[in-house]
Structure formats: C-alpha cells, structure tokens
C-alpha cells in the first residue's frame, strides 16, 4: 500500500474550521478556546512531540468566522508558521507569571465586553492542560464572558472521519497488520517477554511506522491475567497464551488492535474463549452500520460473551472510537447513546474471563459505510493461532 502524503491540505483545516464555525453559530458560541494537542492539531495541522513537556501551555481560538489564531510559545512559532494559520501570537516561556494569559486576555476582550459566549471543552475524556489557577485568572480578568461546554461539538466532528483521514488510519493499519503477520517469526519459547515487546517495536519501525507509543499485554500458562502490564523478563513458555495489544502511529493518526496466540500448545479452555471472542466481534462488525446506537453493539457482542455471571468480567466498554487518537468518542458501552454514522472508525474489542481469574481481549479496527463495516486491520485468524 502506498502510503497516503504526510499532513492535509489547507481545504482539510478550513472545511474543519467552517464545520466548526456553523455549529458554534448554532450554539450560540462565538468563540472556541482549544488547549489540549488532538484538538489544536485537528484544527490548525501542527504536529509536534514537544507536547510531552508539561512545561508549556499551547492555545488556539477559533473565532465565530475566519482563520484559527494560534497562542503559543515562540518556540512553536516557525512550525506553527508551516501550517496554514496567519494569526500567530507568542511569548517567550516558560514564565510562571504571565504564561500566556495577557495575550489570551487581550484575544478574547472584545468578546467579554459583548457579553457573548465561548466555548470550551469540559466534559468526559478531556482536560484543561494549563494552569487551573492561570485559567481562575483569565477568566476572572474577562467580566461579563460566559464559558459553555464545547464538548459535543467538537466530539460530533472528530468522531466522523474525513476519506484523508480513513487512508491515513488504514494505512497505520496496514502496518500493524505486517507487524502481527510477523510475530511467529519473532517470537518463540524461551524468550523473554520484554525481549518480545522490544522486537515487535522494531518490527513496527521497520514497516513504517513512525511510533509506536503503546505496546502492552501479557503471557501466562493457559492465559493471561490483565492487559494492561508492561513486559517481565518472564520467558515464554509451553502453553502460554501470549498477547500483544499495540497502537503504532504514523502521520499522527494511530491503529489499535490487539493479537492472542498460544506458545507450543493451547488448551480447550483457551480455545473456547478465543472463538466465542472470534463470534462476538464477528456479531459487532455485522451491527456496525450507520444509525445503529452504539449500544447496540455493545449488546449484539455480550449476547455472544453471555452474561458476566457465564464468564466473569465486568469491562464497561467493548470498544470505542480511532483517529487522532488511540481512544476517542464513542464509547461501545451500554450506556453510549450515540448513533453511528458513515466513516466512524472504531475499533471492535469484546473481552471475557475464563477459569482462575485468566481473561482473554480480541480487537479489530473497523470503519463504517453506508452498507456496513469495512475492516481496516486484517481479520485475526478464526481458531487460536500457535506458534
């Protein structure tokens, strides 16, 4: 597969920017006040690791019409000048006492003293990464602007992928597909976990991608007992059931999908829990169509799973949204309202436990068209794969 350009357009970021414009309108917002890096990427194009320093603060306003300004570090300013924003205000920072608050104070005036309304994000799954007391400040310093959740808005558009952005993640997918097509070359009795996890980074690498940020899973006698652990140096051992759950990233868009296999020889035990995952993501990726509830979904796997009781386990979500993103909006959750719609990606991640506390978590990435869900990551084979 050809890998699609690095970055959009500049008609990527304005139709963003006008689709966003059109519901602040609606919402009677006129002004967003962005903070957190998926969102001041998803809008302005800038791309960079330096996110990792807590250091910083990094703002970006989108006004009621026109262009996003960007309030930044000067640090960021040459890059933030390479993507297609005009607007850029800086301040050498760090300075604890004025990182950036006079500048967003002096943006968003005009706005306070219409008394008019701006939008930020703070529902679930998001966070104010500046100051809480340098927030206190700039809002106290704003009488008479009222702040709105801005949560949904910028949640509807996120979790509808653009056709640039469904190339970008099949194509991350792609990757992680060779990766795991890999793995029983790489890996074999004897060999340490971590040294497994080390391989299948450098695997990652090798085909492509530019990361590959998360890497976690586990291997036990007959199955593992979490998902979430970084590497022992434990060997592998005869009748291990061994995953591997990864999101690589290329071009800052993510895949995120696991793979179990078992090490010599697997037990039935093993193996039943595997198809009856197999079936119940087979189930999800069937319901998966434009105005199901994502709760549906959730419904038609753990019909599959059967009852916590059957099994055991209590995960509140069996799979969520795919982009920016390793984990984005919506939730596949029983509680989870919202419809699903044409070029939602999503990733399809029934789990049980079985027998002594073992659990077992299969994944696929999918994204939904107008006649159902088209795979993104090659299907996982149908009977537990032994190495």
């Known amino acids: 597969m050809t890998a699609p350009d690095r970055g959009f357009p500049t008609a990527e970021y304005a139709g963003r920017t006008a689709r966003a414009q059109a519901a602040m309108a609606r919402a009677g917002m006129a002004g ?14 800038f791309h960079t690791l330096f996110w990792q320093s807590p250091t910083r603060p990094w703002f970006l306003f989108l006004p009621a019409s ?9 640090i960021g300013a040459a890059l933030m000048r390479r993507t297609w924003i005009e607007d850029i205000r800086s301040w050498s920072a760090p300075a604890p006492g004025d990182d950036g608050i006079s500048l967003l104070t002096e943006l968003l005036s005009p706005l306070a003293e219409r ?47 653009s056709e640039a952005e469904i190339a970008k993640i099949a194509h991350v997918c792609a990757i992680g597909s060779r990766v795991f097509a890999r793995v029983p070359e790489i890996a074999r009795e004897g060999q340490p976990l971590d040294a497994l996890f080390r391989a299948v980074r450098r695997e990652a690498l090798a085909q492509g991608a530019d990361d590959m940020p998360y890497l976690v899973g586990g291997a036990e006698a007959g199955g593992y007992r979490d998902v979430i652990s970084p590497p022992s ?85 069996l799979g969520h949204g795919l982009g920016l993103q390793l984990t984005e909006w919506p939730s596949l959750a029983a509680w989870e309202e919202t419809e699903i719609t044409e070029n939602m990606v999503l990733t ?31 299907r996982a084979a149908p009977d537990l794969p032994v190495i």
């Open 115 to 161: 008394r008019e309304t701006l939008g930020v994000m703070k529902g679930p799954e998001t966070h104010l990464r500046m100051p809480l007391g340098d927030y206190e400040r700039l809002v106290s310093g704003l009488g008479g602007l009222r702040i709105a959740d801005a949560t949904g808005l910028v949640r509807g558009l996120r979790m509808v992928k």
């Open 233 to 317: 140096d434990r060997a592998l051992a005869r009748g291990d059931v061994l995953m591997l759950d990864f999101g690589a990233c290329r071009d800052g868009y993510f895949c995120d999908f696991d793979r179990n296999f078992a090490i010599g020889e697997a037990d039935d035990a093993a193996r039943r829990a595997y198809d009856v995952l197999w079936r119940a993501t087979e189930a999800g990726r069937a319901a998966a169509r434009p105005g199901t509830p994502c709760r549906e979904l959730f419904r038609v796997m753990q019909a599959v799973i059967g009852a916590p009781d059957d099994h055991g386990g209590a995960v509140g979500r």
């Open 66 to 74: 026109g262009r996003p300004v960007a309030v930044i570090p000067e």
């Open 348 to 378: 399809l991640e029934p789990s049980l436990a079985y027998g002594a506390g073992r659990v077992m978590v299969h994944e696929e990435n999918i994204v939904v068209r107008t006649g159902g869900a088209d795979l993104l990551t090659d």
């Open 32 to 45: 967003l006040l962005l903070t957190t890096e998926p969102e001041v990427r998803y809008f302005s194009g």
